[in-house]
C-alpha cells in the first residue's frame, strides 16, 4: 500500500491560485497512477484530474481544463495541483490517491485538504 499525505490547502479569494501537493510513501514503486478528487458538502465525489506515474499522461475534468495543472516530482514521489482562476464553485475538500495497475481501483486515498474560493 502507498500512503499519501496532502498539504496546501487553505482560503483564497476568487481569481486567486493554490498549489496542492500529495506526498507518496510506502510502497510507492507499486504505483500506477495518482489522481485528484474533490466532494463539495452535499455533493458526490468527483472526478478532477489523473496522471499516468510512468508516461505523465494527464487528464483534467472539462470544469477545471485550462485552469488546473497537474505535475509530478519522482524523485519525492510527490504530485502537485497548481490551480489557477479559482472560482467559488471550487470550493471542496480536495483527495489525492494512488492505484497499483491500469486495472485496479484507486485503492490508496489521502485525508483531504479544504480549499475554500470567496467570492
Known amino acids: 500500500q502507498v500512503q499519501l499525505v496532502e498539504s496546501g490547502g487553505g482560503l483564497v479569494q476568487a481569481g486567486g491560485s493554490l498549489r496542492l501537493s500529495c506526498a507518496a510513501s510506502g510502497r510507492t514503486f507499486r504505483t500506477y497512477a495518482m489522481g485528484w478528487f474533490r466532494q463539495a458538502p452535499g455533493k458526490e465525489r468527483e472526478f478532477v484530474a489523473t496522471?499516468?506515474?510512468?508516461?505523465?499522461?494527464?487528464n483534467y475534468a472539462d470544469s477545471v481544463k485550462g485552469r488546473f495543472t497537474v505535475s509530478r516530482d519522482n524523485t519525492k514521489n510527490t504530485m502537485y495541483l497548481q490551480m489557477n482562476s479559482l472560482k467559488p464553485e471550487d470550493t471542496a475538500v480536495y483527495y489525492c490517491a494512488a492505484k497499483k495497475s491500469a486495472w485496479d481501483q484507486f485503492g490508496s486515498w489521502g485525508q483531504g485538504t479544504q480549499v475554500t474560493v470567496s467570492s
Open positions: 496522471m499516468n506515474w510512468s508516461s505523465g499522461t494527464t
